[in-house]
């Protein structure tokens, strides 16, 4: 009897797995697009300069999509929970969709930047989408294959988008980096709403309008500081100061109204597990670290090394590939073993290790050598990568587990934004510091007058003054590497309180488990 039980679940599972994959097929088409968007918008952002004018707006397609995604992730995450995960999954595929269609017709820079926001509040959902479905649809004991699977994914979308981006510009124009997106996420949309059946959570509920007020006023002004302090306006200017008064503000009001409401936006009691408020935090450090390294290492790489832009791309394949092929890795260690506890320790002290050893780099490093520094920082970031959203998820009921989602995913979006400003702060500070230094022993002839040049400025340079920039842009990226490494033992120390939770759906699961099995949406056959 036994043997037959063991064969019929085995048949069970395998008919489970078949269900799953035109789920999971259409959910990874999900976020690809959502990460390639920001790839491939890179490469194509000279010519839509030449075309559309506006230059002084350029970083503003990129914010507005970056903005809109940070402050609409919670909120996606929220309406999944009270009024079911697949009919919000949807409806952000058809704003991504519609942002898309309106950004390529676009006709000036304001109306792209426009355009660009609207995509960016459908793909706030799309990130928070594909986690939750993940979520309801597989045990965290299973959920690691997945989520290694995702984390692959997405680093494909960071090595092959700027590559893309370039190809789809110089044989189709750039309007169709954005037309792209559709008919791939038109394919999404139809195979979820045939293969995709999870249970209609519809109630009567009151959404929070006044937390999600607040909170989109505290994030985007937050994002802001980090974005314009520095740059736009000096960080003791009266737009920053009062940014950052506002979005301080926003945020206290937004979590005294949390504890007020019947309904709230986030609820805190999700802060009450240790293992989610670790990997909340751990997130956020890790988006700081990766989006820093992925902006400064090309920088490095072609004022340094003399690599071209398309060549600097190619050169973060060490750090691209490790970073992918550690996930899957650690992702089928947890499916298989249960256990996890390890991964975020190890990624840690890798990351501290990686960046220190990125922090030494100067105008004598080699491509090779700066290639197996890469390798390090990217296996670091591949044991937390999806590890911090798996606990995340599990630490919380299921009934949470789109808010749980979200805020994962807000902790790591915001702690990007918080890296780039910051870490790019430090390095235009270094940057310029250093030329001004050159400058005066120079009798003036090395003024430069910023801290980034482009391939033909500089290759524009005498050796003399060029072999200064080299220099300054090599102490700049070991300053900002170095406090990297920084923030890095603070995600290392952070790892070692968390707690070896068991994972929902492993074979030692007591009744509660079992129960929460029972309620678990099924995929059904086309």
């Known amino acids: 009897?036994?043997?037959?039980?063991?064969?019929?679940?085995?048949?069970?599972?395998?008919?489970?797995?078949?269900?799953?994959?035109?789920?999971?097929?259409?959910?990874?088409?999900?976020?690809?697009?959502?990460?390639?968007?920001?790839?491939i918008i890179g490469t194509a952002m000279p010519t839509i300069v030449g075309e559309?004018?506006?230059?002084?707006?350029?970083?503003?397609?990129?914010?507005?999509?970056?903005?809109?995604?940070?402050?609409?992730?919670?909120?996606?995450?929220?309406?999944?929970?009270?009024?079911?995960?697949?009919?919000?999954?949807?409806?952000s595929i058809v704003i991504f969709l519609a942002g898309s269609a309106l950004s390529g017709l676009a006709q000036d820079m304001g109306q792209l930047i426009a355009f660009r926001a609207v995509q960016g509040l459908g793909a706030g959902g799309l990130l928070v989408g594909v986690m939750a479905i993940i979520g309801d649809l597989v045990p965290p004991r299973e959920r690691g294959r997945y989520q290694g699977m995702m984390a692959g994914v997405m680093a494909l979308a960071m090595i092959g988008g700027p590559s893309l981006g370039g190809l789809i510009t110089d044989h189709l124009g750039w309007r169709w980096t954005f037309y792209i997106n559709l008919p791939l996420g038109g394919a999404v949309l139809v195979m979820l709403a045939l293969v995709l059946h999870l249970p209609k959570r519809r109630s009567p509920h009151r959404i929070d309008y006044l937390g999600a007020v607040l909170l989109v006023v505290g994030i985007t002004s937050i994002v802001l500081v980090t974005t314009w302090g520095g740059t736009e306006y000096d960080w003791g200017s009266a737009q920053i100061v009062g940014l950052a008064v506002l979005g301080a503000l926003s945020l206290v009001t937004f979590v005294w109204s949390q504890t007020r409401v019947a309904e709230p936006i986030m609820p805190l009691h999700i802060f009450r597990s240790r293992n989610f408020t670790l990997m909340a935090a751990i997130g956020f450090l890790v988006g700081f670290v990766m989006f820093g390294a992925t902006l400064y290492l090309p920088l490095f790489q072609q004022a340094v090394q003399g690599a071209s832009a398309t060549n600097s791309g190619l050169q973060l394949l060490p750090m691209l590939l490790s970073m992918m092929a550690v996930s899957m890795i650690a992702g089928r260690a947890t499916t298989k073993t249960g256990r996890y506890r390890m991964f975020p320790i190890a990624g840690g002290a890798l990351m501290v290790v990686g960046l220190l050893l990125l922090s030494t780099m100067d105008t004598g490093t080699s491509r090779l050598t700066s290639g197996l520094f890469m390798a390090v920082l990217g296996a670091g970031m591949g044991f937390l990568m999806q590890t911090t959203m798996l606990v995340a998820q599990n630490s919380v009921e299921l009934k949470d587990m789109g808010?749980?989602?979200?805020?994962?995913?807000?902790?790591r979006t915001v702690g990007s934004s918080f890296g780039v400003a910051i870490m790019g702060a430090l390095f235009t500070s270094r940057v310029n510091d250093e030329m001004a230094a050159a400058s005066?022993?120079?009798?003036?002839?090395?003024?430069?007058?910023?801290?980034?040049?482009?391939?033909?400025?500089?290759?524009?340079?005498?050796?003399?003054?060029?072999?200064?920039?080299?220099?300054?842009?090599?102490?700049?990226?070991q300053l900002a590497f170095l406090v990297g490494g920084v923030i890095a033992v603070a995600a290392f120390v952070l790892a070692l309180f968390v707690e070896e939770v068991p994972l929902r759906g492993g074979p030692d699961d007591g009744p509660t488990d079992a129960r929460a099995d029972e309620d678990r949406p099924v995929v059904e056959p086309v």
Request: aromatic residues 6%; proline residues 2%; hydrophobic residues 45%.
């Open 52 to 91: 559309l004018g506006g230059t002084e707006h350029l970083s503003w397609v990129v914010t507005a999509y970056t903005l809109a995604t940070a402050a609409a992730t919670p909120i996606w995450g929220k309406i999944g929970d009270m009024y079911g995960r697949k009919g919000s999954f949807l409806t």
């Open 403 to 411: 808010v749980a989602s979200s805020t994962s995913t807000l902790f």
């Open 440 to 477: 005066g022993a120079a009798g003036g002839g090395a003024d430069l007058g910023s801290a980034a040049l482009d391939g033909a400025s500089l290759a524009a340079l005498p050796d003399q003054v060029r072999e200064v920039y080299e220099h300054a842009v090599a102490s700049g990226t």
């Open 1 to 39: 009897m036994s043997q037959e039980r063991a064969e019929g679940q085995g048949q069970v599972e395998g008919a489970a797995q078949r269900n799953l994959t035109p789920v999971v097929l259409a959910l990874v088409i999900a976020i690809m697009l959502a990460m390639l968007d920001n790839m």
